[in-house]
């Protein structure tokens, strides 16, 4: 979400609300910390960068009277981890000083329950039923500098993290092994000036990105062969549908899903890097949309719904 801009809410959310879900996945980018939303043209109390728990607090503040949010958030479960915007554009938390402040906000806003012997840790697995074990990922706390160039060295999710998704992808016994990252795989997110690097798991024209812990993940997906790997993703503001062939036999072993904003500036989508085989079933942009996955016996079904609750693409990935 981003600036508030008239009493009716973002109605979005009521659009969801048409056909509520058992839960929802927020992929974070709620609060755009980092950016002002003068007053006019939109509602006022956002208008400043915020840079302390208290300006933190009110960035939450601010969202949170949003009346369409809060029917939402009244009726809906939800699961939630952070991306840039909660605390600053691209950050690397292990280099980033702001990064304690917004994760304060974070857990103070949200229903995150603290683990003693690690309380400042979001990734956990969400397990519901024997259908599906979601991995929800924290692509921000650990990750190296985006500047830094793409090598073993180089970390999104930290040591600690990625033997815990590894592990807890082969051990799954779901049917569906939902993996949520605030980040695409394979499409390409630029820096700044400021925060110079390829801001996702691809690798970016000048070498900086996170390919090569992406392919430590794929080669266990493979090698064990673990099945029915779906990808959630978002902050990209396009929705974007592939399937991946890594091993080039004619058979998927992945999905990627990518779905949002739900009220942000608009984004055309790119085409992914070509590494690990993908083909797009669907790629557009320049609407408010949200992402449904429905599970059943025929596989697990994909929508990209926009925000008028017209259904823009829906397609099955059948279950092996």
């Not at 180089?154 to 049917?175: C, Y």
């Not at 812990?213 to 929705?239: G, P």
Request: net charge neutral.
């Amino acid at each position: 979400q981003h600036c508030r801009k008239g009493p009716e809410g973002y109605q979005i959310f009521d659009q969801i609300l048409r056909s509520p879900p058992d839960f929802a996945i927020l992929l974070g980018d709620f609060i755009y910390a980092d950016e002002r939303c003068p007053s006019p043209p939109n509602l006022p109390g956002s208008d400043f960068v915020a840079s302390t728990v208290e300006e933190y607090r009110a960035k939450y503040r601010y969202q949170r009277a949003d009346p369409a949010l809060q029917r939402f958030l009244a009726r809906i479960p939800v699961y939630v981890t952070w991306d840039d915007h909660e605390v600053r554009n691209n950050f690397s938390g292990p280099f980033e000083p702001l990064m304690a402040a917004g994760r304060q906000a974070l857990f103070e806003y949200w229903p995150l329950a603290k683990e003693p012997s690690d309380p400042t840790r979001l990734y956990r697995k969400i397990s519901r039923g024997a259908q599906l074990d979601l991995f929800l990922l924290d692509t921000r706390q650990y990750r190296s500098l985006n500047a830094d160039p793409d090598g073993e060295e180089k970390t999104m999710l930290g040591k600690a993290q990625r033997e815990w998704l590894i592990h807890g992808l082969q051990e799954s016994r779901a049917t569906w092994k939902v993996v949520a990252t605030s980040v695409p795989l394979s499409n390409t997110k630029g820096g700044t000036q400021l925060r110079p690097g390829n801001d996702s798991w691809a690798r970016g024209a000048e070498g900086t990105g996170f390919q090569t812990e992406l392919q430590k993940i794929v080669k266990v997906i493979l090698t064990r062969n673990v099945h029915n790997v779906v990808w959630v993703a978002a902050d990209v503001h396009y929705a974007q549908v592939n399937r991946y062939d890594p091993d080039g036999d004619g058979v998927p072993d992945f999905y990627e899903f990518i779905a949002g904003p739900f009220s942000a500036g608009f984004g055309r989508g790119v085409a992914p890097d070509t590494l690990l085989r993908p083909t797009t079933l669907y790629s557009d942009g320049g609407f408010a949309n949200f992402g449904r996955v429905t599970i059943g016996e025929s596989g697990l079904q994909v929508e990209i719904v926009d925000d008028r609750g017209a259904v823009r693409f829906a397609t099955t990935f059948p279950s092996r």
